[in-house]
């Protein structure tokens, strides 16, 4: 075993798997840089992130205790374990108790021989900004966007242009930001748009989230300069003190990654016995490709809208893998046999990387977070943008309109409710399913998509190599971003990383840092708050999205254990350069500048989200405005036209501080933009001019955005492709899925659907999901988080041989990456859209929450490398918000029509620039090199 390094880099990941996931596969990624990560994470977490990193020897992991509070289930450490969105809040708020026992594990690891280079904390980690500005530890925010939707976010927030709009369809004024599209206040998440209520906890916690967050002493991003490029400086003038995006992304491409030659595809290294892959594989000798449908884990699709789906799917005459997340939904009456043979439905865990990576994929009809995106533009498929939540449709609006490597699923207004109640809701038909696909698929947009995205792919891919940007910014970073693939490059570099975390969270991230000497987990408590389960630590662990702001709110508590072990640390032979710490940690920020380590911030988004976030944090679009108004952004120069719409809700909330959450996003932001700089999971090729706008909005001087992904794909360098963390995950459950998809084979390609970690998809949704994928035609992989939802009566028999359904935890980038896989069907969380753009898929692009919207956004407009799914008018608590003609619509419009195309050799072209970001003298490589240079 090589001699530890005396870098040290602590990562920090939010507990929810899209914010954790990137942040592995960066902390793998420093881990190759022979730089020592430490991941701060609960106990529960830690069982799931320890087999992620197992393999790397520079990897440690640190528990400390989730708290146990009222509103929360007990035992609750993850997002993904809350039993509803209603405790979503409840657990922001708890993992604010986490504060004290990161500042006693923070300050130990201050005084060790090796103390921290820096805290890369995820966004909602705002209290982790404190904590490292008293140990003098820089903190660096990951937020798990795009650099653009985070500049709009940003944007919206300060300016709120939004608030002058008249309509939703009405461009906004975002003067001072270069956007490829325009915006209006119907592309606005809805989240940012009621961020702004300072009387609920969850604007309160949001608030401090901002504050911490412009307060950090960089921003770790999950996409690369050759994307986003023109937006890192807007989104780094939102920071203070000169902090940096650092653009380091796609972070999955550095899986992929080998030292001494070529590694095999990623589907020839897993069980051929997996249904799903022999599905995939069989799919490669037909004549259709496959739309791949996903939504990710934190968007709830209603059973009605997953019928719709279904029927949309099967409409559109193409062959799809849908990945479903309700456990009760069942494909409707008559339709199992019409997509018999035709589409694969799946509830169970599925690597959507390895999907999307397929050949036989050809689309992706996905939910565009931010993570999807990248996923599908490094796999080089074109996207069909169905957003849902957050940021997502700022994401959508990227790919649709920015990069242009997708089309959108039309939405309407909310159909009938098939079950006669108001909670079925359907906001996409199957029509516009079934349309989109075909566009996405056959039409000349989609196939213009399709060049665009298999361009991109390249881009992501190279960016991640040697010389790459993602590369380089990765060995200028120096310092675990809360990426745990990056905490494992700089491990690579013998730097030495010390992720901070809590028990449960670092029983996870110890396997997946486990052959990475460098990385050392430092553990803190989770405080134990009322409103949160016993032992919740991590955002998985949620019962509801009621308990999101509790478990934010608690949080705050890990400040306190932060100080103690930064402090720790800084007393060590090795004190940390610096702190890399998740947005939401942004009260490590006052923590760092309390003891002088500069904190570099984490969102986790790409730099153009950020960026548009910022600015309209900060501008305040016209509240008149109606959704599908355009906004503008000053200082951002947007690819496409951004409405109201298209924001994440709280982005449009400005300092309106009446809520808890919108306080605690609002001190994580002010943390944010006052960190040393900023992290990105991406690469300098994808958002490059986006870097300057995003830069713009931090306060520190010379504050950088460092493009340093796509994380993930640094574990492939070493051929060290590590499964993701999950707590749900068997291996089992993974081999059926890619037996599935090898036995699916050219030309039939497979739709992958999933929506994510987060977002609640109602039972309604799913059964349009499930109509639309099987009127689709095409064959599907559907990833279901519900437990509750089974096919609708008579669909089983019509989607028999045509698709698979799992509700397990599946490895999507092992999926994305199946040459099977055809399209992804997805929510536009940043991860996904990295997942899916690194393995050269297209996203069907289907934003829920948070900034997917903004991810749906760049995906299918900034980069088309994706289409959107058409959405209508939301309408009761069991939302549908696509229909089932919409889905099949959408997957049609990815697979087999030119706009689809188009988007899939975009996503297949950001793809091979993913991949190159993060190899040896790749820009995110090169980012990653300048980064630890300038640390030191």
Request: net charge negative.
């Amino acid at each position: 075993m090589a001699s530890p390094s005396p870098n040290h880099i602590v990562i920090f990941p939010f507990m929810a798997q899209g914010h954790t996931i990137p942040l592995l596969d960066l902390s793998k990624a420093l881990s190759r840089q022979q730089i020592k990560v430490t991941i701060i994470t609960t106990p529960s977490n830690a069982r799931s992130i320890s087999k992620y990193v197992a393999h790397h020897p520079h990897i440690y992991l640190l528990e400390i205790p989730f708290p146990t509070i009222d509103g929360l289930p007990e035992g609750c450490e993850n997002t993904s374990q809350l039993p509803s969105m209603e405790s979503y809040v409840p657990f922001l708020l708890a993992t604010k108790q986490l504060q004290k026992p990161f500042q006693e594990v923070l300050q130990s690891m201050a005084e060790s021989e090796t103390p921290p280079l820096c805290v890369i904390s995820d966004f909602f980690l705002h209290w982790t900004v404190p904590v490292c500005q008293g140990l003098g530890v820089p903190r660096l925010v990951f937020h798990g966007m795009s650099v653009l939707s985070m500049a709009i976010l940003k944007y919206l927030f300060v300016h709120s242009p939004h608030s002058k709009s008249k309509s939703p369809f009405e461009p906004l004024d975002m003067s001072g930001m270069k956007l490829p599209f325009t915006l209006t206040s119907a592309d606005i998440p809805a989240e940012v748009l009621g961020i702004q209520d300072h009387n609920s906890p969850y604007s309160q916690f949001m608030a401090e989230v901002g504050e911490a967050d412009v307060n950090s002493w960089g921003v770790v991003v999950n996409s690369f300069e050759e994307l986003e490029r023109s937006h890192i400086p807007t989104f780094e003038s939102f920071y203070k003190n000169g902090a940096k995006a650092w653009c380091l992304g796609p972070l999955l491409e550095y899986d992929k990654l080998q030292i001494g030659g070529p590694q095999k595809p990623i589907h020839q290294m897993i069980n051929n016995s997996s249904k799903l892959l022999e599905w995939l594989t069989k799919q490669v000798n037909n004549a259709e490709p496959v739309i791949y449908v996903s939504f990710g884990t934190q968007a709830d699709v209603s059973d009605a809208q997953l019928d719709e789906i279904a029927h949309g799917l099967e409409d559109s005459g193409f062959p799809f893998l849908w990945v479903v997340r309700s456990k009760t939904w069942s494909l409707p009456d008559g339709l199992t046999q019409k997509i018999k043979g035709k589409g694969f439905i799946t509830k169970e865990w599925v690597d959507q990387r390895q999907i999307l990576s397929h050949p036989a994929i050809g689309g992706f009809l996905s939910h565009c977070g931010w993570n999807s995106v990248l996923e599908s533009i490094t796999a080089g498929v074109p996207i069909l943008a169905w957003p849902m939540i957050a940021e997502q449709s700022l994401n959508a609006k990227l790919v649709v309109d920015g990069i242009r490597i997708g089309v959108s699923v039309k939405r309407g207004h909310c159909l009938p409710n098939p079950a006669g109640s108001d909670t079925n809701e359907v906001l996409v038909s199957r029509q516009a399913v079934s349309e989109g696909v075909r566009e996405l698929m056959i039409e000349k947009i989609g196939r213009d998509a399709r060049e665009r995205a298999q361009a991109l792919g390249r881009e992501a891919r190279k960016a991640v190599q040697q010389g790459g940007s993602s590369h380089d910014n990765l060995t200028k970073l120096g310092h675990t971003l809360p990426l745990l693939d990056l905490s494992k490059a700089l491990s690579r570099r013998k730097i030495k990383v010390t992720i901070i975390t809590t028990p449960s969270n670092a029983r996870l991230i110890s396997k997946y840092v486990a052959n990475h000497p460098h990385i050392h987990l430092a553990e803190i408590p989770f405080p134990s708050v009322d409103g949160l389960p016993e032992g919740c630590e991590n955002t998985s662990q949620l019962a509801s999205m009621e308990f999101y702001v509790p478990f934010l709110l608690a949080t705050k508590q890990l400040q306190k254990p932060f100080r103690q072990v930064l402090q720790s640390m800084l007393e060590s032979e090795t004190p940390p350069l610096c702190v890399v710490s998740d947005f939401f940690i942004g009260w490590t920020l006052p923590v760092c500048q309390e003891l002088g380590v500069p904190r570099l911030v984490f969102h986790g988004m790409g730099v153009l989200s950020m960026a548009i976030c910022k600015s309209a944090w900060s501008y305040l679009p016209d509240p008149k405005l109606t959704s599908f108004d355009p906004i503008e952004l000053p200082g951002l120069e947007l690819p496409f036209t951004l409405t109201t719409a298209d924001m994440p809700a709280g982005a449009l909330n400005g300092q309106n501080l009446d809520d808890p959450f919108s306080q605690y996003i609002a001190e994580a932001g002010e943390a944010d933009v006052n960190s040393w700089g900023v992290i990105v999971n991406s690469i300098e090729e994808l958002e490059r001019k986006h870097i300057p706008s995003l830069e713009a909005f931090y306060t520190t001087p010379g504050a950088k955005a460092w493009c340093v992904g796509p994380l993930f794909l640094y574990d492939r360098m070493n051929g060290d492709s590590q499964k993701p963390i999950t707590n749900n995950y068997t291996s089992q459950d993974c081999s059926k899925v890619m037996q599935w998809l090898d036995n699916q084979v050219m030309p039939d390609p497979v739709i992958y659907v999933s929506f994510g970690t987060q977002a609640d998809v109602t039972d309604a949704q799913l059964d349009e999901v499930a109509y639309g994928l099987e009127e689709s035609g095409f064959l599907f992989l559907l990833v279901v988080r519900s437990k509750a939802w089974n096919l609708p009566s008579g669909l089983e028999e019509k989607m028999k041989g045509k698709g698979l359904i799992t509700r397990e935890w599946v490895d999507q980038r092992q999926i994305l990456s199946h040459p099977a896989i055809g399209g992804f069907l997805s929510h536009c969380g940043w991860n996904s859209v990295l997942e899916s753009l690194s393995a050269g898929v297209p996203i069907l692009a289907w934003p829920m929450m948070a900034e997917q919207a903004l991810n749906a956004k760049i995906v299918v407009d900034g980069l088309g490398a994706g289409v959107s799914v058409k959405r209508v008018q939301s309408c009761g608590p069991d939302q549908v918000l696509v229909s089932r003609k919409a889905i099949c619509e959408g997957i049609r419009e990815l697979m087999v029509e030119e706009k689809g195309r188009n988007a899939k050799e975009r996503a297949q072209t950001i793809g091979r620039v993913a991949r190159r970001a993060v190899q040896q003298g790749g820009s995110s490589h090169e980012t990653l090199t300048n980064l630890i240079a300038q640390l030191r």
